[in-house]
């Protein structure tokens, strides 16, 4: 449910697309499900997806797997999610140290439903449990309800504060529907994990109106721990990609990225991520998972997972997009997986670099290829070194661990680099 792209657009840029769609640190324990430790079948650490495919309207920018008209499958659906958690148990899935419910809009879903399914995920002490929201959506009762379940993380998906602005993205709820979520998070003691989705660049917007976004969410009450801001993309197949006249500005998304990196370091948010600023400690640890190739499972139509092999490889794969072929398939009993594929050493160490240029931790200069192309990239001022020590300490991104590797320099994207992140990895990469 948030923008093109946290929907998916927390997704791994390289090939390792998220399971769907869109991200405080997971109070110990989780009420009114199994927490288990170590012991329940695998390392701790991995993740689990849950794909909800569901939305009340499809926004016109949204190549996501997600549909407006299959709401009367909801049930059927929840049931065929928890048959598949169920044999993932049963066949020794490893306690889940993040759970992430996204989609599609799994506020659409009855709080029984989506805690129908939440019972079923062993999870880690402690682990990060979050649910993807719209704002009209989160009511009193309904996030009282999620809270009890042990949902310990909302993600709001605010996009825009200004109304001219929600309009042009095809999105209708109102700022006060914003406020009032945020209200309504606090009474559920979750006011102190929310996390904000936003996007820049719709076709109208000002960048006095994105600024007026960025301060009106900065001025909730309470603020949100976490900030996602996505730029507008023009995905084919959408009714917003084929519309040329509506396409979003490079050079406007490029001055308005910029701003949002000011507007929000200056509030006491870190970057992390290319497109994610948390204050200390509220990084999203799924979507960690995804930038550092860690293990991730996922359920539901859609839904991607992630395996680490014993010989260095990985192996990836993905359910059937549909919500119907997957309803048919695992009611039947046969399996919903719809493709896959196996990744060697030498893809992962690429999709590493990759993944890791996007975050503030960077890559470790000794796993870059040598050559000039570092230094040019330097005197361009699009990336930069740091020391390890620095790195490690990043405020936005605790939750990582130490650092892999040596403890060398490592290299970054400046914040003129990170908008030219694609560019900047293949030219490191010597591609
Ligand atoms: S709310 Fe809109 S952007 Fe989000 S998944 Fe649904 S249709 Fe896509």
């Given at each position: 449910?948030?923008?093109?792209?946290?929907?998916?657009?927390?997704?791994?840029?390289?090939?390792?697309?998220?399971?769907?769609?869109?991200?405080?640190?997971?109070?110990?324990?989780?009420?009114?499900?199994?927490?288990?430790?170590?012991?329940?079948?695998?390392?701790?650490?991995?993740?689990?997806?849950?794909?909800?495919?569901?939305?009340?309207?499809?926004?016109?920018?949204?190549?996501?797997?997600?549909?407006?008209?299959?709401?009367?499958?909801?049930?059927?659906?929840?049931?065929?999610?928890?048959?598949?958690?169920?044999?993932?148990?049963?066949?020794?899935l490893a306690p889940a140290a993040t759970v992430f419910f996204g989609?599609?809009?799994?506020?659409?879903?009855?709080?029984?439903?989506?805690?129908?399914?939440?019972?079923?995920?062993?999870?880690?002490?402690?682990?990060?449990?979050?649910?993807?929201?719209?704002?009209?959506?989160?009511?009193?009762?309904?996030?009282?309800?999620?809270?009890?379940?042990?949902?310990?993380?909302?993600?709001?998906?605010?996009?825009?504060?200004?109304?001219?602005?929600?309009?042009?993205?095809?999105?209708?709820?109102?700022?006060?529907?914003?406020?009032?979520?945020?209200?309504?998070?606090?009474?559920?003691?979750?006011?102190?994990?929310?996390?904000?989705?936003?996007?820049?660049?719709?076709?109208?917007?000002?960048?006095?109106?994105?600024?007026?976004?960025?301060?009106?969410?900065?001025?909730?009450?309470?603020?949100?721990?976490?900030?996602?801001?996505?730029?507008?993309?023009?995905?084919?197949?959408?009714?917003?990609?084929?519309?040329?006249?509506?396409?979003?500005?490079?050079?406007?998304?490029?001055?308005?990225?910029?701003?949002?990196?000011?507007?929000?370091?200056?509030?006491?948010?870190?970057?992390?991520?290319?497109?994610?600023?948390?204050?200390?400690?509220?990084?999203?640890?799924?979507?960690?998972?995804?930038?550092?190739?860690?293990?991730?499972?996922?359920?539901?139509?859609?839904?991607?997972?992630?395996?680490?092999?014993?010989?260095?490889?990985?192996?990836?794969?993905?359910?059937?997009?549909?919500?119907?072929?997957?309803?048919?398939?695992?009611?039947?009993?046969?399996?919903?997986?719809?493709?896959?594929?196996?990744?060697?050493?030498?893809?992962?160490?690429?999709?590493?670099?990759?993944?890791?240029?996007?975050?503030?931790?960077?890559?470790?200069?000794?796993?870059?290829?040598?050559?000039?192309?570092?230094?040019?990239?330097?005197?361009?001022?699009?990336?930069?070194?740091?020391?390890?020590?620095?790195?490690?300490?990043?405020?936005?991104?605790?939750?990582?661990?130490?650092?892999?590797?040596?403890?060398?320099?490592?290299?970054?994207?400046?914040?003129?680099?990170?908008?030219?992140?694609?560019?900047?990895?293949?030219?490191?990469?010597?591609?």
């Amino acid at each position: 449910m948030k923008g093109p792209g946290s929907d998916g657009r927390n997704a791994p840029p390289a090939g390792a697309r998220h399971p769907s769609g869109g991200e405080a640190r997971g109070r110990a324990g989780s009420a009114g499900g199994p927490v288990a430790g170590a012991a329940g079948g695998g390392p701790p650490g991995a993740g689990v997806y849950v794909h909800i495919p569901f939305c009340a309207r499809r926004c016109g920018y949204c190549a996501f797997a997600t549909w407006d008209d299959r709401s009367q499958l909801a049930d059927d659906y929840v049931a065929a999610v928890r048959r598949e958690v169920a044999a993932a148990v049963g066949s020794g899935l490893a306690p889940a140290a993040t759970v992430f419910f996204g989609g599609g809009t799994p506020s659409r879903l009855t709080a029984r439903q989506l805690s129908s399914i939440l019972e079923l995920v062993l999870r880690a002490p402690g682990a990060e449990v979050t649910a993807e929201c719209n704002p009209e959506d989160a009511g009193a009762a309904l996030l009282h309800a999620w809270r009890e379940a042990g949902v310990n993380r909302v993600s709001l998906g605010v996009q825009s504060m200004v109304p001219s602005v929600l309009a042009s993205l095809g999105r209708y709820h109102s700022g006060g529907a914003v406020e009032g979520a945020v209200e309504a998070l606090a009474g559920a003691g979750l006011g102190d994990s929310y996390s904000v989705d936003l996007i820049f660049g719709a076709v109208g917007e000002s960048m006095g109106d994105w600024e007026r976004t960025l301060l009106a969410v900065l001025g909730l009450d309470p603020p949100p721990a976490h900030v996602s801001a996505y730029g507008l993309i023009a995905e084919p197949g959408t009714p917003l990609g084929s519309d040329p006249t509506r396409h979003p500005d490079p050079d406007d998304q490029a001055a308005k990225y910029e701003l949002a990196d000011e507007v929000l370091e200056s509030a006491g948010y870190s970057w992390y991520e290319i497109s994610n600023w948390s204050r200390p400690g509220a990084a999203c640890r799924h979507n960690q998972l995804y930038w550092s190739q860690g293990e991730y499972r996922g359920f539901g139509c859609a839904a991607h997972s992630h395996e680490l092999l014993a010989d260095g490889r990985a192996r990836r794969w993905w359910n059937v997009r549909t919500p119907e072929r997957y309803l048919r398939s695992v009611l039947r009993g046969e399996s919903p997986v719809g493709g896959g594929e196996l990744l060697d050493p030498a893809t992962r160490a690429a999709e590493r670099i990759g993944l890791a240029l996007r975050t503030v931790r960077g890559v470790d200069l000794a796993d870059l290829p040598g050559g000039d192309e570092l230094a040019l990239l330097g005197e361009l001022g699009l990336v930069e070194l740091v020391e390890a020590a620095e790195v490690a300490a990043a405020p936005g991104d605790p939750a990582a661990g130490p650092l892999g590797g040596s403890q060398r320099s490592r290299v970054r994207l400046t914040r003129r680099g990170r908008l030219l992140a694609s560019e900047v990895t293949l030219r490191l990469l010597g591609t």
